[in-house]
């Protein structure tokens, strides 16, 4: 409760990402949580300590600090990094273009390259324990050989082997899904008891009840996927073992329900999820329990199995699974390509975002490339480590006595697209940057003239820096072709399947046109040894990373960043994806809002991505609750980014629906020289009603010249910090006028 005396309005203050403190939000010292718990709370200033930074007469400030959620837990925020694929592939949905999306067909291709993005990360676990381990190092003495740790799985049946290492797949799924559980338990228990549950995927506003609550479309993507991991287990190993001994009279059979059993998965992750958790049980259960009887009768079916001879190369069937696999993305990435790109020439021309309406498909393509790099990566460490440095190939084998330790010809394209990424993207953002240079200064020199029209000659140094600061901050709407290119290139990189597919890898294709032992095998091995290594070393930096987030807590707070960007949506594609911290947030600033304003008016002040935090919070809040309310955004991206990113969510409708709800008391102030601020309604669009100003531009720095008072001139505050401007006190005092 509000007991604060002598203060007629309430400012709450929302911080942005990177997981700021609640000092320094306020700008004061001495702070106490006076309602939320560790992992996100509401602060003020101690009693008797006096008034925080940048406070307007009259107005208690107080702080919502939310950064805890991604930032706060080392395991959590390390784990988060394994995640990045899933993340990645969630938040694909959310950049769909705006209007309907019919039939679903949107929401059912994301979610099934998701499952595609699951069935990888299984099939990677079992590359690397049933064909790298098992298969292609344990039955051969010079792979084995000071390895006891290893040599004593020789002394089992290849059947018996490969059950056993079997275990290891299963228990990495449970990992990751224990990891998703565990992550979202700070989120839970803080939606509406009432809401009304989504679904079928993110078709609503977030004004919608229970928007931001995902536990029933979690829970059942959740069980679908598991049960998909275990289903390309189990197909894995039954195409592994071989068909004869004990086992034979049920192989075939087992093979064709496995395959059924991915089939229905498959058609359930397709249809939208069921209207309620009774219908979900019921389809579920008898599904579950097909899965286990299944997948028992494949482990004893493994570890009954005739011995397989040995000196086969890889696991029979693992090259074919891995090449299918490929295959499927590919083939979704484009059908989902040409959807998205057929709804957005049919969204109006003031609601077309950036990137051409190919927001969902690029970050679908780098969900795949991110699981492709972190899938080759697992696989060609471990085969580097078996073969004690070596990197075998089709045109370099490893010598008998040790083993082929070679990994799937598709992991050797994914090595080759990846470093072909790289090249072509760094190329692409170099030249971007070249050619928008000139039109950039040009544009700071316009405003440069407008804001210092007499600046003095001394002050010509200061003048060119702060005409580079802004120069520098227009970057973030030119890097639009960096992204089409690298859509273009993953779809480029679909050329590949048809290798895949057939088992030629890069070697053996420059083998084949240049001859054999030439030299464009040789440079193709090398050529691709690099990719190997350059995609390596970039998850090795990851891992690196997110060992650090462990140790330290500043490295968990630029970690959180990531998070705070990818996880502000709610999980409806992925369910193995880092939880929505927004699925706590929103409702959590909504009840403590509706609380304060019981007493007196307020002020939701959002700075950065606090302002999103804020605009979903007021579309969530009541009409008698909304009378009492205003908003202050500063350095706020939700026009320069969001509404361009989410044009079907936060996009030009949005954003005048927020204006209408609190009756346009709203201010958004904004500098050139921010890089991620800007205007909520720029000149040409389509603005609020007239006689209504929400944007104010600051000038930055505010002024050249040294103060009297000074020794140095002004700063360039670029995005932070806004509220020691007499324009921020001004605009609270505007609104809490209003509001009463």
């Given at each position: 409760m509000d007991r604060t005396p002598g203060r007629d309005a309430v400012e709450l203050r929302v911080h942005g990402v990177s997981g700021v403190?609640?000092?320094?939000?306020?700008?004061?010292?001495?702070?106490?949580?006076?309602a939320g718990d560790r992992h996100a709370g509401f602060f003020r200033p101690r009693p008797g300590s006096g008034i925080a930074g940048g406070a307007t007469d009259g107005v208690a400030v107080e702080a919502y600090r939310w950064g805890s959620l991604t930032a706060g837990v080392a395991v959590r925020t390390a784990s988060m990094l394994l995640l990045l694929p899933f993340m990645l592939s969630n938040l694909a949905i959310w950049l769909r273009p705006p209007g309907h999306d019919r039939w679903g067909l949107l929401g059912a291709l994301c979610r099934l390259l998701a499952g595609t993005l699951t069935a990888t990360f299984v099939l990677a676990a079992v590359g690397v324990t049933l064909d790298l381990v098992g298969w292609q190092c344990v039955p051969y003495p010079g792979c084995r050989a000071s390895r006891p740790y290893l040599a004593w799985l020789h002394t089992l049946p290849t059947g018996p082997r490969l059950a056993?290492?079997?275990?290891?797949?299963?228990?990495?799924?449970?990992?990751v899904w224990a990891i998703g559980i565990r992550s979202a338990r700070a989120f839970e228990g803080f939606g509406p008891s009432s809401a009304t549950h989504r679904s079928g995927g993110p078709t609503g506003n977030l004004a919608d009840a229970g928007f931001w609550q995902d536990e029933q479309t979690t829970g059942w993507l959740r069980q679908l996927h598991v049960m998909l991991g275990v289903g390309t287990l189990n197909a894995a190993l039954l195409a592994g073992i071989a068909p004869g001994g004990v086992g034979a009279p049920g192989h075939r059979v087992l093979f064709g329900i496995t395959v059924g059993l991915l089939a229905v998965e498959v058609v359930l992750?397709?249809?939208?999820?069921?209207?309620?958790?009774?219908?979900?049980?019921?389809?579920?259960?008898p599904l579950w329990t097909v899965t286990v009887v299944v997948t028992v009768c494949c482990l004893g079916s493994a570890t009954l199995a005739d011995p397989a001879p040995e000196g086969l190369g890889q696991l029979p069937g693992y090259e074919g699974l891995a090449a299918g696999m490929v295959a499927t993305q590919g083939v979704l990435l484009v059908v989902l390509t040409v959807v998205t790109y057929t709804r957005q020439r049919a969204a109006r021309d003031d609601e077309r975002p950036v990137l051409h309406g190919l927001g969902t498909p690029i970050m679908a393509a780098a969900a795949v490339s991110?699981?492709?790099a972190f899938t080759a990566t697992l696989v060609y460490r471990v085969a580097d480590a078996l073969d004690r440095g070596d990197i075998p190939d089709p045109i370099r084998p490893n010598p008998p006595v040790v083993g082929p330790l070679e990994p799937p010809v598709s992991y050797w394209w994914a090595a080759l697209a990846g470093l072909a990424a790289l090249l072509i993207g760094a190329a692409v953002t170099s030249a971007t940057l070249l050619l928008t240079r000139r039109r950039r200064r040009r544009l700071a020199a316009r405003i440069i003239e407008r804001d210092y029209p007499d600046a003095p000659a001394p002050d010509a140094h200061r003048l060119r820096l702060v005409q580079e600061t802004i120069?520098?901050?227009?970057?973030?709407?030119?890097?639009?072709?960096?992204?089409?290119?690298?859509?273009?290139?993953?779809?480029?990189?679909?050329?590949?399947?048809?290798f895949d597919v057939i088992g030629i890898g890069p070697t053996q294709l420059a083998d084949r046109l240049g001859g054999y032992g030439g030299a464009a095998a040789v440079f193709a091995a090398y050529v691709t040894d690099a990719g190997v290594w350059v995609i390596s070393l970039l998850v090795i930096c990851l891992m690196i990373l997110g060992f650090r987030a462990y140790r330290s807590a500043q490295t968990r707070r630029v970690v959180a960043v990531l998070w705070d960007l990818g996880t502000f949506w709610p999980r409806t594609v992925?369910?193995?994806?880092?939880?929505?911290?927004?699925?706590?947030?929103?409702?959590?600033?909504?009840?403590r809002v509706t609380g304060l304003t019981a007493r007196r008016p307020v002020v939701l002040s959002g700075h950065s991505h606090g302002s999103v935090l804020a605009a979903a919070t007021i579309l969530q809040l009541p009409p008698a609750v909304l009378a009492r309310v205003s908003l202050l955004t500063y350095g706020s991206p939700l026009q320069r980014t969001y509404a361009r990113l989410y044009p079907a969510y936060l996009g030009p409708r949005t954003l005048h629906d927020l204006g209408a709800r609190i009756d346009w008391r709203w201010r958004n102030l904004w500098r050139d020289t921010d890089p991620i601020g800007g205007p909520i309604f720029p000149a040409g669009s389509d603005g609020p009603p007239p006689g209504v100003d929400v944007d104010t531009r600051l000038r930055d720095p505010r002024s050249l010249t040294i103060d009297p008072a000074d020794t140095v001139p002004p700063p360039i505050e670029g995005h932070w910090p806004y509220h020691t401007q007499a324009a921020y006190q001004?605009?609270?005092?505007?609104?809490?006028?209003?509001?009463r």
């Amino acid at each position: 409760m509000d007991r604060t005396p002598g203060r007629d309005a309430v400012e709450l203050r929302v911080h942005g990402v990177s997981g700021v403190t609640a000092e320094r939000i306020l700008d004061h010292p001495i702070v106490v949580r006076v309602a939320g718990d560790r992992h996100a709370g509401f602060f003020r200033p101690r009693p008797g300590s006096g008034i925080a930074g940048g406070a307007t007469d009259g107005v208690a400030v107080e702080a919502y600090r939310w950064g805890s959620l991604t930032a706060g837990v080392a395991v959590r925020t390390a784990s988060m990094l394994l995640l990045l694929p899933f993340m990645l592939s969630n938040l694909a949905i959310w950049l769909r273009p705006p209007g309907h999306d019919r039939w679903g067909l949107l929401g059912a291709l994301c979610r099934l390259l998701a499952g595609t993005l699951t069935a990888t990360f299984v099939l990677a676990a079992v590359g690397v324990t049933l064909d790298l381990v098992g298969w292609q190092c344990v039955p051969y003495p010079g792979c084995r050989a000071s390895r006891p740790y290893l040599a004593w799985l020789h002394t089992l049946p290849t059947g018996p082997r490969l059950a056993l290492l079997s275990v290891v797949p299963l228990l990495a799924l449970r990992v990751v899904w224990a990891i998703g559980i565990r992550s979202a338990r700070a989120f839970e228990g803080f939606g509406p008891s009432s809401a009304t549950h989504r679904s079928g995927g993110p078709t609503g506003n977030l004004a919608d009840a229970g928007f931001w609550q995902d536990e029933q479309t979690t829970g059942w993507l959740r069980q679908l996927h598991v049960m998909l991991g275990v289903g390309t287990l189990n197909a894995a190993l039954l195409a592994g073992i071989a068909p004869g001994g004990v086992g034979a009279p049920g192989h075939r059979v087992l093979f064709g329900i496995t395959v059924g059993l991915l089939a229905v998965e498959v058609v359930l992750l397709a249809r939208p999820v069921p209207a309620g958790p009774a219908r979900a049980r019921r389809l579920l259960h008898p599904l579950w329990t097909v899965t286990v009887v299944v997948t028992v009768c494949c482990l004893g079916s493994a570890t009954l199995a005739d011995p397989a001879p040995e000196g086969l190369g890889q696991l029979p069937g693992y090259e074919g699974l891995a090449a299918g696999m490929v295959a499927t993305q590919g083939v979704l990435l484009v059908v989902l390509t040409v959807v998205t790109y057929t709804r957005q020439r049919a969204a109006r021309d003031d609601e077309r975002p950036v990137l051409h309406g190919l927001g969902t498909p690029i970050m679908a393509a780098a969900a795949v490339s991110v699981g492709a790099a972190f899938t080759a990566t697992l696989v060609y460490r471990v085969a580097d480590a078996l073969d004690r440095g070596d990197i075998p190939d089709p045109i370099r084998p490893n010598p008998p006595v040790v083993g082929p330790l070679e990994p799937p010809v598709s992991y050797w394209w994914a090595a080759l697209a990846g470093l072909a990424a790289l090249l072509i993207g760094a190329a692409v953002t170099s030249a971007t940057l070249l050619l928008t240079r000139r039109r950039r200064r040009r544009l700071a020199a316009r405003i440069i003239e407008r804001d210092y029209p007499d600046a003095p000659a001394p002050d010509a140094h200061r003048l060119r820096l702060v005409q580079e600061t802004i120069a520098r901050s227009r970057i973030t709407e030119e890097l639009g072709p960096v992204l089409i290119a690298f859509l273009v290139i993953a779809s480029l990189g679909l050329a590949t399947v048809a290798f895949d597919v057939i088992g030629i890898g890069p070697t053996q294709l420059a083998d084949r046109l240049g001859g054999y032992g030439g030299a464009a095998a040789v440079f193709a091995a090398y050529v691709t040894d690099a990719g190997v290594w350059v995609i390596s070393l970039l998850v090795i930096c990851l891992m690196i990373l997110g060992f650090r987030a462990y140790r330290s807590a500043q490295t968990r707070r630029v970690v959180a960043v990531l998070w705070d960007l990818g996880t502000f949506w709610p999980r409806t594609v992925h369910p193995f994806a880092p939880p929505c911290y927004a699925a706590r947030a929103v409702p959590e600033l909504a009840k403590r809002v509706t609380g304060l304003t019981a007493r007196r008016p307020v002020v939701l002040s959002g700075h950065s991505h606090g302002s999103v935090l804020a605009a979903a919070t007021i579309l969530q809040l009541p009409p008698a609750v909304l009378a009492r309310v205003s908003l202050l955004t500063y350095g706020s991206p939700l026009q320069r980014t969001y509404a361009r990113l989410y044009p079907a969510y936060l996009g030009p409708r949005t954003l005048h629906d927020l204006g209408a709800r609190i009756d346009w008391r709203w201010r958004n102030l904004w500098r050139d020289t921010d890089p991620i601020g800007g205007p909520i309604f720029p000149a040409g669009s389509d603005g609020p009603p007239p006689g209504v100003d929400v944007d104010t531009r600051l000038r930055d720095p505010r002024s050249l010249t040294i103060d009297p008072a000074d020794t140095v001139p002004p700063p360039i505050e670029g995005h932070w910090p806004y509220h020691t401007q007499a324009a921020y006190q001004l605009a609270v005092r505007e609104l809490t006028d209003r509001s009463r």
